[in-house]
């Protein structure tokens, strides 16, 4: 007679696996709900309000697609804008360059959004003088 161990742990990996993935649309809706609010707080210079809402989306990224996706690049970019729109210079150098290193290894050194990183950096290192 057979054990019915490995089937319930095959059938318990494929319900997770299908949790998993159900849940995956409804946390990219979270996460792009989430970067546009911050992104419209932000056209409105509401720095403040936008902050804890561009945190929340880069902590939505790592967890939904891993912490070296371009996703997490984007939210971490605009982040590091707010920072440096207040003038917060030291709290946005290391996104910038997290975002920068993530796209160099997931997108490759031609992509667009590895430019519009360096050249956030640029503008911030600019601003510093």
Same mark, same amino acid.
């Given at each position: 007679?057979?054990?019915?161990?490995?089937?319930?742990?095959?059938?318990?990996?494929?319900?997770?696996?299908?949790?998993?993935?159900?849940?995956?649309?409804?946390?990219?809706?979270?996460?792009?709900?989430?970067?546009?609010?911050?992104?419209?707080?932000?056209?409105?210079?509401?720095?403040?309000?936008?902050?804890?809402?561009?945190?929340?989306?880069?902590?939505?990224?790592?967890?939904?697609? @891993?912490?070296? +996706? !371009?996703?997490? $690049? /984007?939210?971490? *970019?605009?982040? #590091?804008? =707010? &920072?440096?729109? %207040?003038?917060?210079?030291?709290?946005?150098?290391?996104?910038?360059?997290?975002?920068?290193?993530?796209?160099?290894?997931?997108? @490759?050194?031609? +992509? !667009?959004?590895? $430019? /519009?990183?360096? *050249?956030?950096? #640029?503008? =911030? &290192?600019?601003? %510093?003088?």
């Amino acid at each position: 007679m057979h054990s019915p161990r490995p089937l319930l742990g095959s059938l318990l990996a494929l319900v997770l696996a299908l949790a998993l993935a159900l849940s995956l649309p409804a946390q990219q809706q979270r996460w792009e709900a989430l970067i546009t609010r911050a992104a419209e707080l932000n056209r409105q210079e509401k720095y403040t309000e936008a902050i804890p809402i561009a945190e929340a989306a880069v902590r939505v990224a790592e967890t939904t697609f @891993g912490s070296n +996706h !371009p996703n997490v $690049a /984007i939210s971490l *970019n605009n982040l #590091a804008e =707010l &920072y440096r729109e %207040q003038g917060m210079y030291a709290e946005a150098e290391p996104l910038y360059l997290r975002a920068i290193s993530i796209d160099e290894k997931a997108l @490759g050194l031609d +992509h !667009p959004s590895l $430019a /519009i990183n360096i *050249n956030n950096l #640029a503008l =911030l &290192y600019d601003a %510093q003088g």
